[in-house]
């Protein structure tokens, strides 16, 4: 995502879009949220996150952000992890889908 934010830093184009094709179980040295449950909240583990990069004014979408081998109520907390980190980020989080397809853009 950081290398993302300076890309798109660059680009002058009015409307920054930025897709993520993932699972979205993070699993660094930093954070590892592969297999963990109850997922944390953003907020209680930020400083293993940082520095956030800076995503504010793009428009983010997530697919493929699949619940396997997890429990539906685990997919949620995933979800609102990533939804904490893009917020902090100034990003604006458009979907965030298990589905891999993409809506159409207008």
């Not at 697919?63 to 604006?92: H, I, K, P, V």
Request: net charge negative.
């Amino acid at each position: 995502m950081e290398l993302t934010s300076q890309i798109l830093a660059e680009q002058s184009t009015a409307r920054k879009e930025f897709f993520i094709f993932s699972d979205m179980r993070q699993n660094t040295p930093q954070l590892n949220l592969e297999g963990r449950s109850p997922v944390p909240q953003f907020a209680t583990v930020a400083s293993q996150c940082s520095p956030i990069p800076d995503l504010a004014g793009v428009h983010v979408t997530v697919l493929g952000a699949d619940n396997a081998g997890s429990t539906t109520a685990e997919w949620r907390q995933l979800e609102e992890f990533w939804t904490g980190y893009l917020r902090q980020a100034g990003a604006d989080l458009e979907r965030y889908s298990a589905l891999r397809e993409s809506p159409p853009i207008p």
